[in-house]
């Protein structure tokens, strides 16, 4: 196994892969360092679940798998990129482009009609959703922007929109009747099984058993109300009307695979309710399912006699209904076209840096009504949304910093619910038991019903994870869990009782709800000075875009080190929220703005980390210098720029690497670094032309989710100097 481990993942992150990991191979090779890409892409996911369907030489490990083993070796060493999280409309994507390229994996069974499609479709139930992330994510997470990071952000400060008390722009919630109100929860007494029922008139059936629990383990179990849910959507679509806003819909859809695709249908059925009422058998016979939205429905339609009326249909319930927020208004595309095109962690922060204004259908900023059904976590954005309505635009230029602890070990919480989510096929109870401490809840027909665990050992080590980085900060630590909501009561038990074992004299940690807790970090960043959130996996992912979006304009500038339970390090290289937007444009326009800063910052954390642990000299000597040439890049400004034109990706890839070779030439690797130096800094006009000279038209790297090495590498790799220097 390779020192360092680096994945291969999707769409802007995979790009910038093929320009900068040749330079990262050569660099670190230079220093006695290995590393070695792992193929963790949705289309290498499916490829290494249907090996048996491919022929020898298509087939390729289960790189997954490996890296989930790998997790438990204290010399685990992992640099994670960004990966997609597939909702339905992407699995079958990947699948046609997969199988146009010869690889004869099988379709997609949405309704699976034997014994062989319910497995094909358990198969794929793998790679749907956050299949990546709980399997790497065996710690918690420790997630915050580095010095150097703001230290630009403040010299460079992005614009965030203009706020005042006048901008309608507002977040609906469901008020009863959804998770957040309907939860359950126990701290396991003793080391037990639990298993799920279902009680209904057709008789009792186990979902799942074996859900193995320690004692202290908390589990909890909660549902939301698909009549609830209708009446929220039918009255929040009313208001947006009323008050002239755009109604916009935020979920996620991909890592919440099973429950949020269910609540997206449930949006685009109410929105369209005229057009399947009228057409609903015909559609139900073309197969369009709701829950893959309004391109699956066009495209079901496309050879159809009923197209032309239902399209007319869906003109005049535009027409009626109020604007629909929009992802691509010269296409048509709406909020409710694709499930996956609007993910709540990064469509509201940027929505909140726009002044809370979307796009319509011409083209137009317009103020909107945010739905998101659940409560749980609608309140931090409109507890936030309040604060700046009060007190303006966050200044970037002098704000402090919110970082991040996030309770993630051991699949925690919400993001490890997927296997225990289940849709109610009819009137009746789910009964999650092991036999001496149960939770029940009554349903009905359609509701969403999940149970999710934290565990024991997970929570103390996020506890102690908290208290060590306000120790090494003296920033001020706050525990976001709300007392009304029974996961997060039992949470609090937990963390006063483990607060106890601590010496926190000086330091100022505190346990307040979503709603305190939002305002008084806002309240303590407006003063230059930061704020450590301390958060459950869902808001540790929501926070993590939202205020590096407000702070820097950007999440994937975060640095994110998870030091894995069992003495390894997981380095992730910042969200990937924009990823299929900056792809697209590479694509269209052959300008790739993606910024690895991420990924440079991933890099000198994991090299410090592997020098630490064994010994490597040149580890941690490539460390301190990297450090000091992601400072120059900063310093010179050379990220990449939004336009066509101007340095990208693969520009800022070079001089990265020139900024390091200087540091190493002059370190005690120089002997090995001087000549490329001198070679960089002779040519860098030259190289940096051909790098950024062949913009302005498509590109073409032979695919989207499984690109064409050769044709990847000519795009991304475009300047032929720079590719001798490196062979040489």
């Known amino acids: 196994m390779s020192d360092i481990i680096y994945t291969y993942t999707d769409e802007a992150p995979l790009l910038a892969t093929y320009s900068l990991f040749p330079v990262l191979k050569e660099y670190l090779s230079r220093?006695?360092?290995?590393?070695?890409?792992?193929?963790?892409?949705?289309?290498?996911?499916?490829?290494?679940?249907?090996?048996?369907?491919?022929?020898?030489?298509?087939?390729?490990?289960?790189f997954l798998a490996k890296l989930g083993e790998m997790t438990q070796d204290p010399k685990a060493n992992i640099i994670k990129l960004p990966n997609i999280s597939a909702s339905i409309p992407q699995l079958n994507a990947a699948i046609a482009?997969?199988?146009?390229?010869?690889?004869?994996?099988?379709?997609?069974?949405?309704?699976?009609?034997?014994?062989?499609?319910?497995?094909?479709?358990?198969?794929?139930?793998?790679?749907?959703?956050s299949a990546v992330n709980p399997v790497l994510r065996e710690g918690n997470s420790d997630r915050r922007c580095a010095a150097a990071v703001k230290e630009y952000a403040k010299a460079f400060p992005h614009k965030n929109g203009a706020w005042d008390k006048s901008i309608k722009t507002r977040v609906a919630n469901m008020?009863?009747?959804?998770?957040?109100?309907?939860?359950?929860?126990?701290?396991?007494?003793?080391?037990?099984?639990?298993?799920?029922?279902?009680?209904?008139?057709?008789?009792?059936?186990?979902?799942?058993?074996?859900?193995?629990?320690?004692?202290?383990?908390?589990?909890?179990?909660?549902?939301?109300?698909?009549?609830?849910?209708?009446?929220?959507?039918e009255s929040s679509i009313a208001d947006a009307k009323k008050e002239g806003l755009l109604y916009s819909v935020h979920l996620k859809a991909t890592m919440m695979k099973v429950s949020d695709p269910v609540m997206f249908g449930h949006f685009v059925k109410v929105f369209f309710a005229e057009l399947f009422s009228e057409f609903g058998e015909q559609l139900k016979n073309l197969g369009v399912n709701a829950n893959n939205g309004l391109k699956d429905l066009f495209a079901k339609i496309e050879n159809s006699p009923i197209k032309d009326k239902v399209i007319a249909k869906y003109n005049e319930i535009l027409a009626t209904r109020p604007a629909l927020a929009m992802v691509d208004s010269d296409n048509g595309i709406t909020n409710l076209h694709v499930p996956s095109d609007i993910i709540i962690d990064n469509s509201m922060p940027n929505m909140i840096r726009n002044s809370g204004k979307m796009w319509n259908k011409d083209g137009k900023e317009q103020e909107t009504l945010a739905a998101i059904p659940d409560k749980t976590y609608a309140m931090i954005y409109s507890a936030i949304i309040d604060e700046l309505k009060e007190n303006g635009a966050l200044n970037p230029a002098v704000v402090g910093s919110v970082s991040n602890v996030g309770l993630m070990?051991?699949?925690?919480?919400?993001?490890?619910?997927?296997?225990?989510?289940?849709?109610a096929e009819e009137d009746g109870e789910f009964v999650l038991s092991d036999g001496k401490e149960s939770l029940s809840f009554k349903v009905e027909k359609g509701d969403i019903w999940r149970a999710m665990i934290a565990k024991d050992e997970a929570i103390k080590?996020?506890?102690?994870?908290?208290?060590?980085?306000?120790?090494?900060?003296?920033?001020?630590?706050?525990?976001?869990?709300?007392?009304?909501?029974?996961h997060d009561a039992n949470m609090i038990k937990i963390v006063k009782d483990e607060l106890k074992k601590y010496d926190t004299a000086g330091l100022d940690i505190r346990i307040e709800n979503y709603e305190k807790a939002m305002k008084d970090s806002l309240a303590i960043i407006r003063t230059g000075k930061d704020a450590i959130s301390v958060t459950g996996n869902v808001l540790r992912d929501y926070l993590t875009d939202l205020f590096p979006i407000m702070e820097l304009g950007t999440s994937a500038k975060m640095l994110s080190i998870v030091p894995l339970l069992?003495?390894?390090?997981?380095?992730?290289?910042?969200?990937?929220?924009?990823?299929?937007?900056?792809a697209r444009q590479l694509l269209d326009e052959g300008h790739l703005r993606w910024d690895s800063l991420g990924e440079f910052l991933a890099l000198g954390a994991s090299l410090e980390h592997l020098g630490n642990t064994t010994g490597k000299k040149g580890a941690l000597v490539l460390a301190s210098t990297l450090d000091k040439a992601i400072a120059q890049y900063l310093k010179n400004d050379n990220s990449p720029r939004k336009k066509v034109g101007e340095n990208?990706?693969?520009?800022?890839?070079?001089?990265?690497?020139?900024?390091?070779?200087?540091?190493?030439?002059?370190?005690?690797?120089?002997?090995?670094?001087?000549?490329?130096?001198?070679?960089?800094?002779?040519?860098?006009?030259?190289?940096?032309?051909?790098?950024?000279?062949?913009?302005?038209s498509p590109a073409d790297v032979g695919g989207y989710y499984k690109l064409d090495d050769a044709k990847a590498n000519a795009v991304m790799r475009s300047s032929k100097l720079f590719n001798e220097a490196l062979s040489k």
């Open 31 to 62: 220093g006695d360092v290995s590393i070695e890409t792992m193929d963790i892409s949705l289309a290498g996911r499916i490829l290494a679940n249907f090996s048996d369907y491919l022929k020898e030489d298509q087939k390729i490990p289960d």
């Open 97 to 129: 482009e997969l199988n146009q390229k010869g690889y004869a994996v099988p379709a997609y069974p949405a309704e699976p009609k034997d014994a062989k499609e319910e497995e094909i479709k358990a198969r794929y139930a793998k790679v749907l959703g």
């Open 175 to 233: 008020n009863g009747g959804d998770f957040y109100s309907n939860e359950k929860s126990l701290i396991a007494s003793e080391a037990s099984e639990f298993s799920i029922k279902f009680k209904g008139a057709s008789g009792e059936k186990t979902l799942k058993s074996g859900i193995k629990l320690n004692k202290g383990d908390v589990i909890s179990a909660t549902y939301l109300s698909a009549k609830a849910l209708d009446s929220f959507i």
């Open 409 to 423: 070990a051991k699949k925690a919480e919400e993001y490890g619910s997927h296997d225990k989510t289940f849709i």
């Open 461 to 486: 080590d996020w506890v102690k994870l908290a208290i060590n980085r306000a120790k090494a900060t003296g920033a001020t630590a706050i525990f976001w869990l709300d007392e009304k909501r029974a």
């Open 566 to 582: 069992n003495g390894g390090g997981l380095f992730e290289t910042g969200a990937g929220g924009s990823a299929p937007k900056i």
């Open 648 to 696: 990208d990706n693969r520009g800022s890839h070079f001089y990265l690497a020139l900024y390091w070779a200087n540091e190493l030439a002059n370190s005690e690797l120089g002997d090995k670094f001087k000549g490329l130096a001198e070679f960089l800094n002779a040519n860098k006009e030259q190289i940096a032309n051909e790098l950024n000279g062949n913009q302005g």
